[in-house]
T-cell receptor
Framework: GENVEQHPSTLSVQEGDSAVIKCTYS??????FPWYKQELGKRPQLIID?????GEKKDQRIAVTLNKTAKHFSLHITETQPEDSAVYFC??????????FGTGTRLQVFP | SAVISQKPSRDICQRGTSLTIQCQVD?????MFWYRQQPGQSLTLIAT?????????ESGFVIDKFPISRPNLTFSTLTVSNLSPEDSSIYLC????????????FGPGTRLLVL
Protein backbone atom coordinates (compact mmCIF):
# COMPACT_ATOMS: atom_id res chain seq x y z
CA GLY A 1 0.00 0.00 0.00
CA GLU A 2 0.86 3.67 -0.10
CA ASN A 3 3.53 5.03 2.23
CA VAL A 4 4.21 8.73 2.71
CA GLU A 5 7.40 10.05 4.27
CA GLN A 6 7.69 13.63 5.50
CA HIS A 7 10.71 15.75 6.41
CA PRO A 8 11.73 17.49 8.52
CA SER A 9 9.89 16.49 11.68
CA THR A 10 10.56 19.92 13.20
CA LEU A 11 11.39 23.23 11.57
CA SER A 12 12.21 26.54 13.22
CA VAL A 13 12.42 29.74 11.20
CA GLN A 14 12.62 33.44 11.84
CA GLU A 15 9.57 35.52 11.01
CA GLY A 16 9.76 36.62 7.40
CA ASP A 17 11.88 33.69 6.29
CA SER A 18 10.66 30.88 4.06
CA ALA A 19 9.81 27.35 5.17
CA VAL A 20 9.90 24.23 3.02
CA ILE A 21 8.47 20.82 3.95
CA LYS A 22 9.04 17.80 1.74
CA CYS A 23 7.13 14.56 1.25
CA THR A 24 7.73 11.45 -0.80
CA TYR A 25 5.18 8.81 -1.70
CA SER A 26 5.56 5.23 -2.82
CA UNK A 27 2.53 4.49 -5.00
CA UNK A 28 2.93 5.92 -8.49
CA UNK A 29 -0.85 5.67 -8.95
CA UNK A 30 -1.43 8.37 -6.31
CA UNK A 31 -2.77 11.49 -8.00
CA UNK A 32 -4.07 13.83 -5.29
CA PHE A 33 -1.84 15.51 -2.69
CA PRO A 34 -3.36 17.78 -0.01
CA TRP A 35 -1.63 19.62 2.80
CA TYR A 36 -3.25 20.15 6.18
CA LYS A 37 -2.41 22.52 9.01
CA GLN A 38 -3.24 21.47 12.55
CA GLU A 39 -3.04 23.90 15.42
CA LEU A 40 -2.83 22.60 18.96
CA GLY A 41 -6.12 21.04 20.02
CA LYS A 42 -7.80 21.77 16.71
CA ARG A 43 -8.88 19.72 13.74
CA PRO A 44 -6.68 19.47 10.61
CA GLN A 45 -7.50 22.24 8.14
CA LEU A 46 -6.85 21.94 4.42
CA ILE A 47 -4.54 24.72 3.27
CA ILE A 48 -3.70 23.71 -0.29
CA ASP A 49 -3.85 20.69 -2.56
CA UNK A 50 -2.49 19.63 -5.92
CA UNK A 51 -3.45 17.05 -8.47
CA UNK A 52 -1.06 15.07 -10.62
CA UNK A 53 -1.93 16.91 -13.80
CA UNK A 54 -0.16 20.08 -12.60
CA GLY A 55 3.34 20.69 -11.33
CA GLU A 56 2.78 23.70 -9.11
CA LYS A 57 -0.01 25.56 -7.40
CA LYS A 58 0.12 28.79 -5.45
CA ASP A 59 -2.22 30.54 -3.05
CA GLN A 60 -0.84 33.80 -1.68
CA ARG A 61 2.10 32.89 0.58
CA ILE A 62 1.65 29.15 0.17
CA ALA A 63 2.74 27.03 -2.79
CA VAL A 64 2.98 23.33 -3.48
CA THR A 65 5.18 21.68 -6.10
CA LEU A 66 4.88 18.14 -7.40
CA ASN A 67 7.49 15.99 -9.13
CA LYS A 68 5.71 12.88 -10.37
CA THR A 69 8.85 11.26 -11.72
CA ALA A 70 10.62 11.45 -8.38
CA LYS A 71 7.37 10.91 -6.47
CA HIS A 72 7.81 13.83 -4.17
CA PHE A 73 5.94 17.03 -3.39
CA SER A 74 6.77 20.02 -1.28
CA LEU A 75 5.03 22.80 0.64
CA HIS A 76 6.57 26.25 0.47
CA ILE A 77 5.55 29.04 2.85
CA THR A 78 7.03 32.45 2.18
CA GLU A 79 7.19 35.47 4.49
CA THR A 80 6.37 33.31 7.48
CA GLN A 81 4.41 34.78 10.36
CA PRO A 82 4.04 33.59 13.97
CA GLU A 83 0.48 32.44 13.19
CA ASP A 84 1.95 29.95 10.70
CA SER A 85 3.26 27.99 13.71
CA ALA A 86 1.48 24.62 13.71
CA VAL A 87 1.90 21.00 12.68
CA TYR A 88 1.68 20.45 8.93
CA PHE A 89 0.71 17.13 7.38
CA CYS A 90 1.04 16.05 3.78
CA UNK A 91 -1.10 13.28 2.38
CA UNK A 92 -1.48 11.21 -0.77
CA UNK A 93 -4.52 9.66 -2.34
CA UNK A 94 -5.55 7.64 -5.39
CA UNK A 95 -8.52 9.04 -7.24
CA UNK A 96 -9.32 11.33 -4.30
CA UNK A 97 -10.18 8.33 -2.16
CA UNK A 98 -8.76 7.62 1.31
CA UNK A 99 -5.87 9.78 2.46
CA UNK A 100 -2.55 8.38 3.64
CA PHE A 101 -0.81 10.93 5.82
CA GLY A 102 2.82 11.77 6.35
CA THR A 103 4.27 11.88 9.84
CA GLY A 104 3.92 15.63 10.26
CA THR A 105 6.21 18.65 10.60
CA ARG A 106 6.10 20.95 13.60
CA LEU A 107 6.80 24.46 12.33
CA GLN A 108 7.79 27.18 14.76
CA VAL A 109 8.05 30.74 13.55
CA PHE A 110 9.93 33.01 15.93
CA PRO A 111 9.15 36.74 15.97
CA SER B 1 -16.93 23.33 2.76
CA ALA B 2 -18.84 20.66 4.64
CA VAL B 3 -19.65 21.32 8.28
CA ILE B 4 -18.90 18.26 10.38
CA SER B 5 -19.75 17.80 14.03
CA GLN B 6 -18.80 15.03 16.44
CA LYS B 7 -20.16 13.91 19.77
CA PRO B 8 -18.84 13.60 22.40
CA SER B 9 -15.96 16.05 22.20
CA ARG B 10 -14.15 14.16 24.94
CA ASP B 11 -14.72 11.31 27.34
CA ILE B 12 -13.01 9.39 30.07
CA CYS B 13 -13.83 5.67 30.10
CA GLN B 14 -12.96 2.65 32.17
CA ARG B 15 -11.11 -0.22 30.59
CA GLY B 16 -13.34 -2.96 29.26
CA THR B 17 -16.18 -0.60 28.39
CA SER B 18 -17.07 0.82 24.96
CA LEU B 19 -17.50 4.31 23.56
CA THR B 20 -19.62 5.24 20.57
CA ILE B 21 -18.71 8.39 18.69
CA GLN B 22 -21.20 10.13 16.43
CA CYS B 23 -20.34 12.11 13.30
CA GLN B 24 -22.86 14.37 11.57
CA VAL B 25 -22.32 16.13 8.22
CA ASP B 26 -24.47 19.04 7.08
CA UNK B 27 -24.84 17.68 3.56
CA UNK B 28 -25.17 14.30 1.90
CA UNK B 29 -21.80 12.69 1.24
CA UNK B 30 -20.88 9.41 -0.36
CA UNK B 31 -17.88 8.55 1.74
CA MET B 32 -17.06 9.15 5.37
CA PHE B 33 -13.79 8.19 6.99
CA TRP B 34 -12.67 7.49 10.54
CA TYR B 35 -9.12 8.30 11.67
CA ARG B 36 -7.17 7.84 14.87
CA GLN B 37 -4.57 10.33 16.00
CA GLN B 38 -2.47 9.16 18.92
CA PRO B 39 -0.83 11.84 21.07
CA GLY B 40 1.80 13.74 19.09
CA GLN B 41 1.34 11.47 16.08
CA SER B 42 -0.07 11.64 12.59
CA LEU B 43 -3.50 10.55 11.44
CA THR B 44 -4.07 6.87 10.74
CA LEU B 45 -7.08 5.75 8.76
CA ILE B 46 -9.22 3.21 10.60
CA ALA B 47 -11.91 2.58 8.03
CA THR B 48 -14.05 3.99 5.27
CA UNK B 49 -17.75 4.09 6.10
CA UNK B 50 -19.85 3.43 3.03
CA UNK B 51 -23.59 4.03 3.02
CA UNK B 52 -25.49 0.85 2.29
CA UNK B 53 -22.56 -1.51 2.65
CA UNK B 54 -20.06 -2.75 5.20
CA UNK B 55 -17.23 -0.48 6.22
CA UNK B 56 -13.83 -1.09 4.67
CA UNK B 57 -11.14 -1.51 7.32
CA GLU B 58 -7.45 -0.76 7.00
CA SER B 59 -4.74 -3.18 7.95
CA GLY B 60 -4.49 -3.51 11.71
CA PHE B 61 -8.09 -2.52 12.40
CA VAL B 62 -10.94 -5.03 12.74
CA ILE B 63 -14.69 -4.76 12.86
CA ASP B 64 -14.99 -6.45 16.26
CA LYS B 65 -12.88 -3.73 17.86
CA PHE B 66 -14.14 -0.78 15.77
CA PRO B 67 -17.69 -1.45 14.58
CA ILE B 68 -19.00 1.29 12.31
CA SER B 69 -22.50 2.22 11.28
CA ARG B 70 -23.56 4.38 8.33
CA PRO B 71 -27.35 4.50 8.35
CA ASN B 72 -27.67 7.41 5.90
CA LEU B 73 -25.68 9.86 3.80
CA THR B 74 -25.12 12.40 6.59
CA PHE B 75 -24.34 10.31 9.66
CA SER B 76 -21.93 7.67 10.92
CA THR B 77 -20.88 6.17 14.23
CA LEU B 78 -17.66 4.57 15.36
CA THR B 79 -17.61 2.36 18.43
CA VAL B 80 -14.34 1.60 20.16
CA SER B 81 -14.96 -1.66 22.01
CA ASN B 82 -13.36 -3.38 24.99
CA LEU B 83 -11.34 -0.29 25.80
CA SER B 84 -7.76 -0.43 27.03
CA PRO B 85 -5.39 2.44 27.88
CA GLU B 86 -3.77 1.98 24.45
CA ASP B 87 -7.03 3.22 22.88
CA SER B 88 -6.50 6.65 24.44
CA SER B 89 -6.37 8.85 21.41
CA ILE B 90 -8.21 11.43 19.35
CA TYR B 91 -10.73 9.98 16.91
CA LEU B 92 -11.69 12.09 13.91
CA CYS B 93 -14.24 11.63 11.21
CA UNK B 94 -13.99 13.20 7.80
CA UNK B 95 -16.00 13.39 4.62
CA UNK B 96 -15.38 14.40 1.06
CA UNK B 97 -16.94 17.67 -0.02
CA UNK B 98 -19.70 17.36 -2.57
CA UNK B 99 -18.44 20.32 -4.59
CA UNK B 100 -14.89 19.07 -4.95
CA UNK B 101 -14.86 15.36 -4.54
CA UNK B 102 -11.19 15.29 -3.59
CA UNK B 103 -11.31 17.62 -0.65
CA UNK B 104 -11.70 16.04 2.76
CA UNK B 105 -12.88 18.03 5.73
CA PHE B 106 -12.50 16.89 9.30
CA GLY B 107 -14.71 16.94 12.32
CA PRO B 108 -13.40 18.50 15.54
CA GLY B 109 -12.38 15.13 16.96
CA THR B 110 -13.24 13.13 20.06
CA ARG B 111 -10.58 12.97 22.72
CA LEU B 112 -10.72 9.64 24.53
CA LEU B 113 -8.91 8.79 27.73
CA VAL B 114 -9.08 5.22 29.01
CA LEU B 115 -8.21 4.60 32.63
Amino acid sequence: GENVEQHPSTLSVQEGDSAVIKCTYSDSASNYFPWYKQELGKRPQLIIDIRSNVGEKKDQRIAVTLNKTAKHFSLHITETQPEDSAVYFCAASKNTDKLIFGTGTRLQVFP
Amino acid sequence: SAVISQKPSRDICQRGTSLTIQCQVDSQVTMMFWYRQQPGQSLTLIATANQGSEATYESGFVIDKFPISRPNLTFSTLTVSNLSPEDSSIYLCSSKSGRNSGTQYFGPGTRLLVL
